[in-house]
């Protein structure tokens, strides 16, 4: 049985005079109760990451839907998806930050800003969640026309505006990026594929979400700066789960929306009052395994870049 979360474990923030825009107190005050609360735990206790307590959730989200593409399929059921992630999140004690149908550009540029948010200093962990279509390594933006002349969003800026020096108020706090999206043009068959315009022979009105050569995902990561110098690990309590391994589609039903998304929302609203997050991600996998988007189609969502050092617990609800 899955070990319950002490409620002692809980951090208790009460807003300044100030207000909730007293980020320099708040963070202070944050940090310091950390402390003091961390060194009184034992080591079993140590395992899990600490959250904030009811009254002082202040939790944050970012969430980019892709819809209506300029050149590209448009991705009908998409909304249904960005409907319930928003919910779930909402359900989870998060604020939701959310955008839809942005450039390459403008979605950098989202990132970033969330990234830069004030009231990150105030929330105990953060979810990233993008949906559109894309290729290995990459998200398109609404512009995307071809190889020529492509508008695309780097994955791997994601982790760069999350990193501690970009990022510090969010240093040892859990980070999770969902990311609904393919990651090349294997597959497909009798349901929606997220790419933007291969629609199988065998699937009418079916979509994807892929369309540029492997190569530009690795030449279009050159927008950020590394830094040179940390004390603190660069890269650390992360996860990511992607919907779908490399080089294959991922599925979308035109009413009903992602079987990843879909899959998501049911698991987490049945199990994370006693899972943490690597086990909820774990119940998705296994549903591609069991179900799938159908017996002829096969998708399996992957962890990506999890670097967790505890267990992360969401307990909604209390």
Request: charged share 25%.
């Given at each position: ?269 049945t199990h994370a009052h ?9 119940r998705v996998m296994k ?32």
């Open positions: 049985m899955t070990p319950k979360l002490p409620q002692h474990v809980f951090i208790t923030m009460t807003p300044s005079a100030g207000g909730i825009h007293d980020t320099a107190q708040m963070k202070a005050s944050l940090n310091a109760e950390c402390s003091v609360m961390w060194n009184t735990l034992c080591p079993a206790e140590q395992e899990v990451y600490p959250v904030m307590a009811p009254a002082g959730k202040t939790r944050m989200a970012l969430l980019i839907t892709n819809v209506r593409f300029d050149h590209l399929n448009h991705r009908d059921g998409a909304e249904k998806d960005e409907g319930d992630m928003e919910n779930l999140l909402k359900h989870l004690g998060y604020n939701v930050v959310k955008h839809r149908d942005l450039s390459g550009k403008d979605m950098d540029q989202a990132v970033e800003r969330f990234c830069k948010d004030p009231c990150l200093a105030a929330t105990d962990s953060v979810f990233v969640v993008i949906m559109s279509h894309g290729l290995k390594g990459i998200i398109l933006g609404v512009h995307h026309l071809s190889d020529s002349e492509p508008d695309v969003f780097p994955i791997d800026h994601i982790y760069k505006h999350l990193d501690p020096a970009r990022c510090p108020a969010l240093l040892n706090k859990p980070k999770v990026v969902i990311i609904q999206a393919c990651r090349g043009g294997t597959g497909g068959s009798v349901q929606v594929e997220d790419g933007p315009g291969f629609v199988p022979k065998q699937a009418p009105g079916m979509q994807v979400d892929s369309a540029l050569p492997p190569h530009l995902a690795d030449s279009v990561d050159e927008g950020i700066e590394e830094d040179a110098f940390r004390i603190v690990h660069k890269e650390k309590d992360l996860i990511s789960l992607l919907s779908c391994t490399a080089d294959t589609v991922s599925y979308r039903h035109p009413q009903k929306g992602s079987f990843f998304i879909k899959y998501i929302v049911e698991i987490f609203k006693e899972d943490h997050v690597e086990e909820l991600f774990r549903r591609f395994e069991d179900e799938g988007p159908s017996v002829n189609l096969k998708q399996m969502a992957v962890k990506d870049r999890c670097t967790l050092t505890r267990k992360f617990y969401l307990f909604p609800g209390h």
